[in-house]
């Protein structure tokens, strides 16, 4: 069982940025880990994905904006978010599974709000 912790979220403005990191308790090496965000009266959508072997995948509709990356010898994994809107505001997750794995690990979530 691996522990995940978010940190990094916040309030900024539009057009702002934010860093988020995931820290896990145990190695993250052998783990698909992503991005998650649920925002109010909506499902828990995917942001990001970032695979073992650092292939990145990522929804349409933060394409170009934010970047995740991973640091094993750390275990941590981060979302760079850029050039924020308001419809970013959400609860941020960080998840991690193994591969073929149906289940995620998942972290406690950070708030993000974005205002105009």
């Known amino acids: 069982q691996v522990q995940l912790v978010e940190s990094g979220g916040g309030a900024v403005q539009a057009g702002g940025s934010l860093r988020l990191s995931c820290a896990a308790s145990?190695?993250?090496?052998?783990?698909?880990m992503g991005w998650f965000r649920q925002a109010p009266g909506n499902q828990r959508e995917l942001v990001a994905l970032?695979?073992?072997?650092?292939?990145?995948d990522y929804e349409d509709f933060v394409a170009g904006r934010f970047t995740i990356s991973r640091e094993d010898a750390k275990n941590t994994v981060y979302l760079q978010m850029n050039s924020l809107k308001p419809e970013d505001t959400a609860v941020y997750y960080c998840?991690?599974?193994?591969?073929?794995?149906?289940?995620?690990?998942w972290g406690q979530g950070t708030q993000v709000t974005i205002s105009s």
């Open positions: 145990g190695s993250i090496a052998d783990l698909i």
């Open positions: 970032i695979t073992r072997k650092n292939r990145t």
């Open positions: 998840a991690g599974k193994l591969l073929g794995a149906t289940d995620y690990y």
